[in-house]
């Protein structure tokens, strides 16, 4: 069974400094994966996926993440974060007829 | 397009009694998802509906159960409920294809059921 390690619970960052979120997968197989994100007493949104192609996947809000399969991992990254920013957010991995799996989330907190 | 919605928005129950949970899913969808959020524990995994049959479930105990409806809407319920079920309840639906099933299809999230035990 495929599992998520997200390494970071939580990482603060300055506005308009970059971050990078981290995320790991163990699974020996092909693997579908997702970020997604959590404001304040909502539901989780859809920030990206990578189901295949181009490693490179772009997002919504301004976020990317780089598949590398070599390394197992789907970090998150934006160049530049907005206070808006301020959320959890989560990894996820799935393939074949699998459920989907998270990670534990990383808190991302964002200083003025 | 309206998106998934749940039912209520907060529920709040004493030890023992019984809760139900309810999701309408995005037109079009047909596999429905619930997780359980508690503070500190992440997202905990609890059912996966597709037409109507459970196709997947977590490791929960069998007081937790549900249905799907054939409209595809479902229902979580949650019997002799004790103080650690505290938490916010989410359901997702997604689509799913012939031949890929839904694991490479995102899924979308209501904003949950916040339900409080006393």
């Known amino acids: 069974a495929q599992s998520v390690t997200q390494l970071d619970s939580q990482v603060p960052v300055f506005e308009e400094a970059p971050v990078e979120l981290r995320c790991n997968y163990s699974?020996?197989?092909?693997?579908?994966l997702f970020w997604y994100v959590q404001y304040p007493n909502q539901g989780l949104q859809l920030l990206l996926k990578?189901?295949?192609?181009?490693?490179l996947v772009k997002g919504i809000n301004g976020f990317e993440a780089e598949f590398n399969k070599s390394q197992t991992s789907f970090h998150l990254r934006k160049p530049s974060v907005h206070i808006s920013d301020t959320a959890e957010y989560f990894c996820?991995?799935?393939?074949?007829?699998?459920?989907?799996?998270f990670g534990t989330g990383t808190r991302l907190t964002i200083i003025p | 397009e309206a998106g998934v919605t749940q039912s209520p928005t907060h529920l709040i129950k004493t030890r023992g009694q019984q809760a139900t949970l309810r999701c309408s899913p995005i037109?079009?969808?047909?596999?429905v998802y619930w997780y359980q959020q508690a503070l500190g524990l992440g997202l905990q995994f609890l059912l996966w509906?597709?037409?109507?049959?459970?196709?997947n479930r977590g490791n929960f105990p069998p007081r937790f159960s549900g249905r799907q409806f054939p409209n595809y809407s479902s229902e979580l319920n949650v019997n002799a409920l004790e103080l650690e079920d505290s938490a916010l309840y989410l359901c997702?639906?997604?689509?799913?294809?012939?031949?890929?099933?839904?694991?490479?299809?995102?899924?979308?999230f209501g904003d949950g059921t916040r339900l409080s035990i006393l």
């Open positions: 699974s020996s197989v092909s693997v579908y």
């Open positions: 509906y597709d037409e109507g049959e459970e196709r």
């Open positions: 997702a639906s997604s689509l799913f294809l012939t031949g890929t099933g839904a694991s490479n299809q995102p899924q979308h």
């Open positions: 996820a991995v799935s393939w074949r007829n699998e459920k989907l799996t």
């Open positions: 990578y189901l295949s192609g181009s490693t």
């Open positions: 037109s079009g969808h047909t596999s």
